[in-house]
């Protein structure tokens, strides 16, 4: 074998090498598929490598598109979740937020609490919207959530009630003042902060505030079987919202904010060159683009 062989089987190896440790580094869980004639995997994929060169929010806008029914790509909350959270990676605050909303419920991804408090928690504490309330809806969810989370649970919703803006702040906050389980028992306090969610008709706000000025519910509120009714994370579903998911709106605003502030193109990304017709394209996490077929031939 000529030195000029043993060069070429090396490289051929280390595309395989590269290859396997890219897929079990965050490989992207399926191939997308377009359900929509609006759809297009030309566009949907120079997104794909738009993320995968760090564009956090390309990756959070990808994480909507295969969540949302609506957007013409068929529904993958596996992809949904793995590009909720490779924005989340890359530092994109929103993404944090939805991540652990996903990591809580279990949706596209395994059940992980505890992972889920954690980037509610560094979401919160960058200041994301209602991510304080999430943290403390999931710490008081969680049977295994510790002292110090508790803690930190409560600080969050007293700086959420002190802003004036939140009724599920009040409303757990109120809960906790009911239950004294957490916080000194107060039902004073614990219809003084009613009142605002009650204003808006919020959860059963208004019911419980009825009941704390009329019969005494103490007895009734701490039977175990509704203790801790008003924690549940069925309170108020965490919910994935975001921006655009029509896929030519974003790919264009994708594509003008390159120019402007990188003077570059779609063309000229990594990753455009799948087409409709060309299934077996596979965007690698470094955001060159591969085939199938090119990995089998280089193999051999």
Aim: aromatic residues 6%; contains cysteine.
């Amino acid at each position: 074998m000529n030195k000029r062989s043993v060069n070429t089987s090396f490289f051929r190896i280390t595309l395989l090498i590269t290859a396997i440790l890219s897929a079990s580094a965050g490989a992207i869980p399926n191939q997308p598929e377009c359900v929509d004639e609006d759809c297009s995997l030309a566009k949907l994929n120079t997104l794909r490598a738009l993320a995968s060169r760090g564009h956090e929010q390309t990756s959070f806008s990808l994480g909507h598109i295969f969540m949302n029914p609506e957007s013409g790509v068929k529904t993958d909350l596996e992809n949904a979740f793995f590009y909720f959270s490779k924005s989340a990676k890359q530092g994109f605050l929103p993404a944090y937020r939805q991540t652990a909303g996903m990591l809580a419920q279990g949706i596209g991804t395994e059940k992980d609490l505890s992972e889920a408090k954690r980037l509610m928690k560094k979401a919160a504490d960058k200041g994301v919207n209602r991510t304080a309330e999430e943290y403390a809806v999931l710490v008081f969810s969680d049977k295994a959530s510790t002292q110090k989370e508790k803690d930190n649970a409560v600080i969050y919703l007293e700086a959420e009630v002190e802003e004036g803006m939140s009724y599920l702040a009040n409303y757990l906050l109120a809960i906790l003042h009911i239950t004294g389980e957490f916080v000194e028992k107060d039902m004073g306090r614990a219809k003084s902060l009613l009142a605002f969610p009650a204003s808006g008709k919020y959860a059963n706000s208004v019911e419980l505030l009825q009941q704390l000025n009329g019969q005494p519910v103490v007895e009734h509120i701490s039977d175990d079987s509704q203790r801790n009714a008003g924690l549940s994370s069925d309170i108020e579903t965490i919910t994935v919202t975001g921006i655009s998911t029509n896929m030519v709106d974003l790919h264009a605003l994708m594509l003008s904010e390159l120019r402007r502030n990188h003077g570059q193109t779609g063309s000229r990304i990594k990753g455009n060159g799948c087409k409709a017709d060309e299934p077996t394209c596979v965007i690698m996490d470094s955001g060159s683009i591969r085939s199938k077929t090119f990995w089998t031939t280089g193999a051999r």
